[in-house]
């Protein structure tokens, strides 16, 4: 792509091959990798985050939306593929013609899909809430009401059945067992009733880095796979390493000296304390970098050098330490050199958590990729 702004997020994808790698290490042979890829990709871009988890050593492919899955086999994406989210009962069709499996967990809804023609099979998982107060059945009773509807339809297969724990990422377990034992319960009822084979997964990134060897057939790999921490209290346990993929880089497009009480950026909140260099970056809060940014710092020649003023849609401006030539390298995200600002540093700075940085960095900013 022609860049007409120097402004760009590259994604280091063999970093995602090796979180993959590193997590497959730790794993035992027989629970498999789904690579998670929605929001496009957490915002690194989903295609080629797909295709790259696929040759690392990924099996399956999960994303929230049926529309992200298209999107995948429109890719000539092959592999199996997830999605987590509610699904329309009429989208049902599109799903069994492109062999995407969906995630169901209301007999109305089995009910509203067996009254359509499906040409191809269509693959279920069946999700159970056991805790997280989200999707899911909760009981033993909407159990046997949906075997009992599948049973009245031989087009649809239930393949799989899973969970997701609202706790895994915390220090403390007991929720999180807690959580496990119920899914264990309908689990077993669910076998004394269903002969066919099932695919059984519980677990996140967090959940497969701290209970590798309780994940049956199959993990969710998200954020991990992305070579970010799911918490602080999973990255202290230091228990796997993991690479960022994800950096932003822009260019300094104007260079200036402002002198002693002059002031920088909508409402003059920052005002120069001496003559001061001053750099402009072509990035503001519409690519996505928040304005709660304002008072953190980018990398400059290697060095850390602070954001002054509000962040604007458009342009940020930064203080220097001295005059650089317009076209030097700025970096918001990743490594310069010796140096490197982490996902996290931003996450914290911005009062969030890292899973949402590279989602609101938008489309705007163009992806570019290293190792495709
Ligand atoms: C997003 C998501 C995941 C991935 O979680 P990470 O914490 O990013 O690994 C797994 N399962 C479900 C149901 C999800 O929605």
């Known amino acids: 792509m022609e860049l007409h702004r120097y402004t760009w997020v590259e994604i280091d994808l063999e970093a995602i091959a090796y979180n993959i790698k590193q997590i497959k290490q730790k794993l035992p042979i027989t629970s498999k990798v789904i690579a998670v890829v929605k929001a496009d990709g957490y915002g690194h871009g989903s295609i080629p985050v797909a295709k790259k988890a696929l040759t690392a050593g990924a099996e399956a492919l999960a994303v929230a939306l049926l529309e992200e899955a298209i999107e995948l086999r429109k890719a000539q994406i092959t592999a199996p593929i997830l999605v987590l989210g509610w699904v329309p009962?009429?989208?049902?069709?599109?799903?069994?013609?492109?062999?995407?499996?969906?995630?169901?967990?209301?007999?109305?809804?089995?009910?509203?899909?067996?009254?359509?023609?499906?040409?191809?099979?269509?693959?279920?998982?069946?999700?159970?809430d056991s805790g997280m107060g989200r999707i899911g059945i909760r009981s033993e009773k909407e159990l046997y009401s949906i075997l009992y509807a599948l049973n009245k339809n031989k087009s649809i297969y239930l393949t799989g059945v899973y969970t997701h724990f609202a706790t895994a990422d915390e220090p403390e377990s007991a929720y999180f067992l807690q959580q496990k034992e119920r899914f264990e319960i309908l689990l077993s009822k669910l076998k004394q009733h269903w002969a066919g084979e099932l695919d059984i997964h519980i677990g996140n990134s967090a959940s497969a880095i701290r209970l590798p060897e309780d994940m049956y057939d199959y993990i969710r790999f998200g954020i991990a796979m992305y070579g970010l921490y799911p918490s602080k209290a999973v990255k202290d346990k230091g228990e796997i390493d993991l690479k960022q993929a994800f950096?932003?880089?822009?260019?300094?497009?104007?260079?200036?000296?402002?002198?002693?009480?002059?002031?920088?950026?909508?409402?003059?909140?920052?005002?120069?304390?001496?003559?001061?260099?001053?750099?402009?970056?072509?990035?503001?809060?519409?690519?996505?970098?928040?304005?709660?940014?304002?008072?953190?710092?980018?990398?400059?020649?290697?060095?850390?050098?602070?954001?002054?003023?509000?962040?604007?849609?458009d342009q940020t401006m930064v203080r220097l330490d001295r005059a650089y030539p317009v076209g030097t390298k700025v970096t918001f995200i990743g490594r310069q050199d010796d140096t490197f600002i982490a996902m996290d540093e931003i996450s914290e700075h911005a009062e969030t958590i890292n899973y949402e940085i590279p989602c609101v960095i938008n489309k705007r900013i163009p992806r570019i990729y290293k190792g495709l």
């Open 89 to 128: 009962p009429e989208s049902a069709v599109v799903a069994a013609e492109l062999d995407i499996t969906l995630t169901f967990f209301q007999q109305d809804w089995l009910d509203q899909v067996n009254s359509y023609t499906l040409a191809k099979p269509l693959k279920l998982h069946l999700k159970v």
């Open 247 to 313: 950096s932003l880089h822009s260019n300094l497009v104007h260079v200036k000296q402002i002198e002693s009480g002059d002031t920088v950026s909508y409402g003059c909140t920052y005002t120069a304390n001496e003559k001061e260099w001053i750099g402009t970056i072509p990035i503001g809060y519409g690519d996505g970098w928040l304005r709660k940014m304002q008072g953190f710092s980018v990398l400059i020649n290697g060095k850390r050098l602070p954001i002054v003023g509000r962040i604007c849609m």
